[in-house]
């Protein structure tokens, strides 16, 4: 019978690691300067755990460039004027797991799953090739709002094993098949006995996390305060439409087509894109619905808490606290939300004058 | 293994109509003869043509469900992909995604007296359901065509506005930005010569395509003449990549031009404060 | 930085002006913000104090025939210059309100100096940061978790103001230091600073962070990195098209960049960007005998050619 519960000691983590990256194309957090990004395993990586990565480890199974199809032109034998395509699909993605990210993360996954799982074929071949190791996280970190969109430092969602730090060691536990089989290994001591002070962790890490808003996944947003232009243009003025927060987001999934071609062969490519730059919905004719930076960032946050919501009945945002933490204006998302849901007192006028400070 | 959305099937185009100095309608039929032969879609519904190594772009399925001979798309040159559309020639190959989005919901409308209105290219979408109904002449009832474009040489479909300008079943209304001397047609804009025609709203559904500023004053008197939101149908655009509802682009609010329209009634549009 | 004769200063020209763009608390204890005054009520919330790293200039361009206040340090109002040599702004429209400064705290310095912690409180005393976090006070010297731009800062005082908010200072810094970090890195062999850059760069996410916080960068949507009219990059995320987009980035800044650090500051992978501009700026500084954002009625030198410039030989004809 598989395993629900693991436990490794501290001197037994590289070995871990080691071990998976044997069998599985390894991504771990590792440290480059003062940055911490996902990268491959290699023996030589640093390895961090200290606080979450820059980026969200996204790009893993959501690539940030992608060929699509490629295609070749060929003159055709009979009429050299003519030519003829072919089109070639890419290769299968290989048995791949990224180790320690964080809740916030693997949540990420699971708001990106019901929009590309049954209609993308490249999601879901990396999806389900994509082993998931959950770091939990001890302590909120500057920025974090997850128990605001009722996720926690804790949270299982979108995982396949969650790894909890204690003392002298990681407790595992397993959250589906797929993190019961990691579990399914001589190097990884039982668990069981670590259970109840791996929870107390994890609660005392969530009551630490302060809230932004309440009401959770049912944070109800005032339909006026959404529409009101004022209430946009204020809390839109400082921002620098830099786009940074949508490339760091782990539930940010707007991309781009685009044909990239030499001479007679190319590739279609898919691409991140950003709703925040303002060419985004740039039409041939010169038109632009979002022009206004007020309505780009509407349209961010009405898509991860409105639109989003109201398509697959979830919040789509995790509550990571990423683009607060490095946007270079210090737009809080979670402020916002506030300031949009009916608690937020007062009138709609109130509120765009709040939405300034 | 689900269906890959993203790769357009091969298609090969077989006749070239250029209906005026910047429209051009292509004629296609799709390389695999099975896949031809299986072809289905509804009036409205939209296909993304590929340029391999320039991209794609959105066109109306401009020919009936109930004349699958060919494929027929009209491309107005205007941008990147349009204008290497429009270098092709007969025999040249091309990609074809389709079909895509919603349809006009003609089950509603049978029994109805129509009023098409439409103004250069936005033809396009009307000349499929306009055929479409045609070809099912007993479900509808009585059909009336106002269209307009800058000048005469700007019509699409010349052919065609004889053949309906002569069938005792279609009232056609031709008009004219700017008249040029000689030519026996009515001048004004689209949407003062709907005044002018003032149809009854009493059963009656009316569908509007065309540009922008055209639609916004065609749906405002649509309205002073008595029309429900729900009767006025119409058909958004959008700056478009997938086609398929994911890349984020079209949406308005949660609802997606190129998956849930781009066919909107304008109950819809009023629903979601949608402004033109 | 004196905090009241600031409130005073906007509370003076607030009526005059469509807003007045100053500095307010962020979204923590060690970070401030951007802030648009419209009112007097909102005078309460402004900071001035060496939180207010950001380039408040960088809005002005966008504001267009607003009449608009600013709330501008040195090197700050060097975009300013900059802006007015190039047009990019019209002078009759602005009221700058100048803060001589001697450092400000970089927020990116001061967290990994604070370990990561979250950050309580941040005081200042001096020349000295007080912070506090779960794990006690910490007192770290300004100096050391100052941006770069502020260890070499050759213009304390603004260049351009319509109030001056405080006593003018003296650059006490040597003007040659400015560019001791880029010979340190020219010093080293092509092998060992391709690999610096291959590294520094390979972390990119094309974001483009850089190239919209840059006040100076006004190619807008005709980005060379995603125009397809010319098509000179491809969207593909690999190491050459970020070098790519880098490199011609900082050549479109060669004559213009007044090096204030926002492309830094707004890089989410800590990217040295700063070096890649200061190098042309050194390499301009040979050439034409020219700083930018210095001189309101200078031209880029780029802008315009001489038949004989003193310091490029050219073949005789």
């Known amino acids: ?357 | 293994m689900i269906e890959n959305p993203y790769i357009p099937d091969l298609a090969t185009i077989n006749e070239i109509i250029v209906e005026t100095p910047t429209i051009k309608t292509f004629r296609v039929t799709l390389n695999d003869p099975s896949r031809m032969e299986a072809f289905r879609f509804e009036p409205g519904q939209v296909g993304q043509l590929s340029v391999f190594g320039v991209g794609e772009a959105t066109f109306v399925i401009n020919s009936p469900p109930t004349r699958r001979d060919f494929l027929q798309f009209s491309v107005m040159k205007a941008g990147e992909v349009t204008t290497a559309i429009h270098e092709l020639a007969v025999g040249d190959q091309l990609g074809v995604r389709a079909p895509l989005g919603n349809y006009f919901p003609y089950e509603s409308m049978k029994g109805k007296k129509i009023v098409f209105i439409g103004g250069g290219i936005g033809l396009a979408p009307l000349r499929t359901l306009i055929l479409f109904m045609l070809d099912n002449r007993a479900d509808y009832g009585p059909i009336t065509i106002i269209y307009g474009a800058r000048t005469h040489n700007d019509y699409c479909y010349k052919e065609e506005l004889k053949e309906w300008g002569e069938r005792k079943d279609v009232e056609l209304i031709l008009t004219v930005d700017a008249g040029s001397p000689g030519a026996p047609i009515r001048e004004g804009f689209v949407p003062t010569v709907l005044n002018e025609v003032a149809p009854k709203p009493e059963e009656t559904i009316a569908i509007t395509c065309g540009p922008p500023i055209m639609i916004k004053f065609v749906l405002q008197n649509l309205v002073k003449l008595g029309f429900g939101e729900k009767e006025i149908i119409t058909t958004l655009e959008a700056r478009m990549k997938c086609g398929i509802g994911l890349c984020g682009r079209c949406n308005i609010g949660s609802h997606f031009i190129c998956k849930d329209g781009p066919v909107f009634s304008l109950a819809q549009l009023n629903s979601w404060n949608y402004e033109i | 930085m004196n905090r009241e004769r600031l409130k005073e200063a906007v509370a003076e020209i607030l009526p005059g002006v469509d807003a007045v763009i100053a500095y307010g608390q962020g979204f923590d204890a060690a970070h401030g913000e951007p802030c648009f005054v419209t009112k007097k009520e909102e005078l309460e919330g402004l900071i001035l104090n060496p939180l207010c790293e950001h380039n408040l200039a960088s809005y002005l361009p966008s504001r267009k025939n607003k009449k608009t206040g600013v709330v501008v340090k040195g090197c700050d109002s060097r975009t300013i210059v900059q802006f007015l040599q190039e047009g990019l702004v019209k002078r009759e429209n602005l009221v700058i309100i100048g803060v001589p400064c001697t450092g400000v705290v970089s927020a990116k310095k001061l967290a990994r100096a604070l370990d990561h912690q979250t950050v309580e409180e941040v005081r200042f005393e001096g020349e000295t940061v007080i912070a506090r976090t779960p794990r006690g006070e910490k007192r770290i010297a300004l100096a050391d978790v100052s941006p770069d731009k502020c260890r070499t800062c050759r213009y304390p005082t603004p260049l351009i103001y319509d109030v001056l908010v405080g006593e003018p200072i003296e650059s006490d810094k040597d003007p040659a230091a400015v560019y001791d970090d880029v010979r340190e890195l020219m010093g080293k062999s092509l092998e060992e600073r391709k690999a610096y850059w291959e590294k520094e760069i390979g972390r990119c996410t094309r974001c483009y962070a850089c190239r919209n916080a840059c006040p100076l960068c006004v190619c807008q949507d005709s980005c060379i990195a995603e125009t397809r009219d010319p098509h000179w990059q491809s969207q593909r995320s690999n190491l050459s098209e970020k070098m790519m987009f880098h490199f011609i980035h900082a050549i479109h800044l060669a004559g213009r960049c007044t090096e204030c650090g926002e492309c830094e500051r707004a890089c989410p992978m800590d990217i040295p960007l700063g070096k890649l501009k200061k190098k042309i700026n050194m390499d301009m500084l040979d050439l034409f005998d020219y700083v930018p954002g210095i001189v309101c009625e200078d031209k880029p030198p780029l802008y315009t050619f001489k038949v004989e410039e003193k310091k490029i030989e050219e073949h005789e004809l």
């Open chain 1, 1 to 357: 019978m598989k395993r629900e519960a693991g436990f490794i000691p501290k001197d037994g983590w590289n070995a871990f690691l080691a071990s998976l990256a044997k069998r599985f194309n390894l991504y771990v957090p590792c440290r480059e300067g003062e940055t911490i990004l996902f990268q491959p395993y290699h023996a030589e990586s640093v390895i961090c755990l200290d606080r979450p990565a820059a980026s969200a480890p996204k790009g893993v199974i959501f690539p940030q460039s992608e060929t699509l199809f490629s295609f070749e032109l060929k003159k055709k034998a009979e009429d050299p004027r003519k030519v003829d395509v072919e089109l070639k699909s890419e290769g299968a993605p290989q048995d791949t797991a990224i180790v320690a990210l964080r809740p916030c993360d693997a949540r990420g996954f699971s708001i990106l799953d019901p929009v590309y799982m049954d209609v993308d074929p490249y999601y879901r071949s990396r999806r389900e090739k994509t082993t998931i190791i959950t770091l939990a996280c001890p302590n909120p970190y500057p920025g974090c709002f997850c128990t605001s969109v009722e996720s926690s430092p804790a949270d299982k969602s979108g995982s396949d094993v969650l790894v909890t730090e204690l003392d002298n060691g990681y407790f595992l536990e397993a959250v589906t098949e797929k993190g019961r089989t990691i579990l399914d290994d001589n190097a990884i001591q039982d668990g069981a006995g670590y259970k109840e002070e791996a929870e107390g962790r994890q609660k005392a890490a969530h009551d630490r996390v302060k809230k932004a808003f309440s009401g959770g996944k049912k944070v109800k947003i005032s339909q006026e305060r959404l529409l009101s232009d004022e209430f946009w243009e204020e809390t839109t003025a400082k921002c620098l439409s830099c786009g940074a927060c949508t490339y760091l987001c782990p539930t940010c999934y707007c991309f781009n087509i685009t044909d990239e071609q030499t001479v007679n062969r190319g590739e279609r490519i898919r691409s991140w894109d950003s709703c925040m730059f303002p060419h985004f919905t740039l039409e041939t004719s010169g038109h632009n619905p979002r022009t206004k930076k007020a309505q780009r960032f509407k349209q961010r946050v009405g898509h991860k808490f409105v639109y989003y919501p109201e398509q697959y009945g979830d919040l789509g945002c995790s509550g990571c606290g990423r683009c607060i933490r490095f946007c270079p204006i210090s737009m809080e998302i979670s402020k916002v939300v506030a300031k949009l849901s009916e608690e937020g007192e007062g009138s709609t006028k109130d509120a765009a004058e709040g939405a300034r400070s």
